[in-house]
């Protein structure tokens, strides 16, 4: 269960840090979040303002399908709370990766013109099934730790 | 070295991408992940391993790639910046300014934060170099890839392995 809230929090705070602008506004409290995570999320994505979504004047600091890899694997983790995820078929997980791939190819080749939703919603399901991989991996990696150390 | 070969050509290759404006904008935040798990491929590849991957040793793999590609996308980020005296820092300098302006500290400390900026900008429009720029880039990306690349590499072995055992029960 520590590992699972540990997850949950993380991610949270990651997608915090995503709508950094917008708390600045909220309280200054925040101007220091903003300062620091420019640069960080600079080295995670391309921040092309096209693809960034924006909100009342506001904008995301990673773009529409990093936003939806986030948002995905937050959902997940928050249903990791209640009921432990289990390691989804592969093929799950290669079905989520063609629809964002599909997507990517397609926009750069003009098939059509870049959508944000498409793009956001394409990066919710890869997130989710990304973030069983990830939760299953740490805890069978503790799970092996202790058992070595055990041993 | 050897034993991060694998981890040292993607990484490599990671960092390449992470520059190049035209790759950046293909892969986004998937390129060190991405690189994580061929890494692992290759490093099977070269050691002609065929079973089962073990978690940490992904998980190696994965973190030396995102490490390697930490340092060399810095090295061309800086490299970029040397050669052109331009920068993301550079062209969104007034909005820094103002930024800082809003932040609620005392007035000194904001004195010195806009000295601070002053001095790198300068240093970067005259001489292409900043030793503080050049530090908060490599801290910066040393952070940040090596966290995704160490998820990469913990997502990557449980794929390749999902697929051992996919195969192991078709044999």
């Not at chain 1, 629809?99 to 394409?122: E, G, R, W």
């Not at chain 2, 490093?43 to 073990?54: A, F, V």
Request: aromatic share 14%.
């Amino acid at each position: 269960m520590l590992l699972r809230s540990t997850l949950f929090i993380l991610i949270f705070l990651w997608l915090a840090g995503v709508f950094s602008e917008l708390l600045l506004h909220v309280s200054n409290v925040f101007s220091f979040l903003r300062f620091f995570t420019g640069g960080f999320y600079s080295a995670v994505c391309h921040q092309n303002p096209s693809k960034v979504i924006e909100y009342g004047g506001f904008s995301t600091l990673v773009c529409a399908r990093c936003l939806g890899i986030y948002f995905g694997a937050l959902s997940a983790a928050l249903l990791n709370l209640f009921r432990k995820i289990n390691l989804p078929d592969v093929k799950l997980f290669y079905f989520a990766s063609l629809i964002m791939f599909t997507d990517v190819v397609f926009v750069k080749f003009s098939v059509y013109s870049y959508n944000k939703n498409i793009a956001f919603l394409s990066g919710i399901f890869w997130g989710m099934i990304l973030f069983a991989y990830i939760s299953v991996g740490l805890s069978t990696l503790i799970h092996d730790l202790r058992t070595v150390q055990e041993k | 070295m050897k034993k991060y070969l694998s981890s040292f050509v993607c990484g490599f290759g990671a960092g390449v991408m992470q520059i190049v404006p035209v790759a950046k904008s293909f892969s986004c935040c998937l390129i060190i992940p991405a690189a994580a798990y061929l890494s692992i491929l290759l490093d099977r590849k070269s050691t002609g391993s065929t079973g089962r991957i073990i978690l940490s040793r992904g998980l190696m793999l994965g973190l030396f790639t995102g490490l390697y590609a930490a340092l060399f996308g810095s090295i061309f980020e800086l490299l970029i910046t040397f050669i052109t005296k331009t920068n993301d820092i550079v062209s969104a300098f007034p909005e820094l300014h103002s930024m800082i302006s809003s932040f609620p500290i005392s007035e000194e400390l904001r004195e010195q934060i806009h000295m601070m900026l002053n001095n790198v900008y300068d240093d970067i429009k005259n001489y292409g170099f900043s030793w503080l720029y050049s530090f908060s880039v490599i801290l910066n990306n040393l952070a940040v890839n090596s966290i995704f690349g160490s998820l990469g590499g913990l997502v990557g072995v449980q794929i390749i392995n999902a697929r051992i055992n996919k195969s192991g029960r078709h044999n």
